[in-house]
């Protein structure tokens, strides 16, 4: 296929206008995301959609977020960044990195989250189960794939995927994860001072032991349900997007912004 032929959807924020400008002069055409055979996406909400949408397009963020593309540099970078996205790498392993030409390949995973009531969300960034009044502990346990469990007494637990482990999980003192090592999985405001934190494999269950307090299920920052007691909830990583980025982009880590 040649390039003019290639589809390539801007969806975002006000940022996203800039980009759309310097796609004008390049050899690809503008087309809905649905469309898409590579998708720009400016902002943590456009990508977030883009993500869980699941598509076969490549994904290049721009904005904030860890990984993602400084805007600036997307519009002068927009060539090489289009170009590693519709080589068509065809079916590389989910944990495959690649850098060429100044540019990052990675697989980000979409998370899928089961809490028993007949829907099936999904996740981009992070799943947490947090006390509908602030400030209030609860009793959470968690079940690993290994067979391991953990329980703990907190306002709540948050898993993240790589992409979002430098979101809420790290502000809460979670790992950072590198893409492919797993999901960041800590607890909110512990009632211990100190505890534990994981790095999980692609799946894992979390559940609420306590019947005292009204505890939320929040997903990408949205809540979503209330979770039932004693009920588990099965979060598992599935799908995998391709993300484009420049090799060096990389967010401050805690540590670095304290």
Do not use: C, K
Not at 49 to 73: E, H, K, Y
Not at 163 to 176: K, N, T
Request: glycine share 8%; aromatic share 4%.
């Amino acid at each position: 296929m040649e390039p003019s032929e290639r589809g390539v959807a801007v969806v975002g924020d006000d940022r996203a206008a800039a980009i759309r400008d310097a796609l004008a002069g390049l050899p690809y055409r503008s087309v809905e995301r649905d469309a898409a055979d590579a998708v720009v996406a400016v902002g943590d909400d456009a990508l977030r959609d883009a993500l869980v949408a699941a598509s076969n397009a490549p994904v290049i963020p721009v904005g904030s977020r860890r990984l993602a593309v400084d805007p600036d540099d997307a519009e002068h970078r927009l060539r090489a960044l289009l170009d590693s996205a519709l080589r068509g790498e065809g079916d590389a392993p989910a944990d495959r990195r690649e850098r060429r030409d100044g540019v990052r390949r990675v697989a980000h995973p979409i998370l899928t989250v089961d809490s028993g009531d007949e829907q099936t969300r999904r996740a981009a960034f992070d799943v947490a189960l947090v006390t509908v009044e602030p400030a209030r502990i609860s009793e959470f346990a968690i079940d690993f794939v290994g067979g391991a469990d953990e329980a703990f007494r907190a306002d709540g637990v948050v898993v993240a995927t790589p992409l979002g482990s430098d979101g809420y999980a790290d502000a809460v003192g979670g790992p950072v994860v590198e893409p492919g090592g797993g999901l960041s999985v800590a607890p909110i405001a512990p009632f211990r001072t100190r505890t534990d934190t994981w790095v999980a494999a692609d799946r894992l269950s979390v559940s609420v032991e306590r019947e005292t307090e009204s505890v939320a299920l929040v997903i990408d920052g949205e809540e979503r349900a209330v979770v039932a007691p004693h009920r588990s909830i099965a979060i598992e990583a599935v799908d995998a997007v391709t993300l484009v980025t420049l090799a060096g982009a990389e967010r401050a880590r805690r540590s670095e912004r304290l």
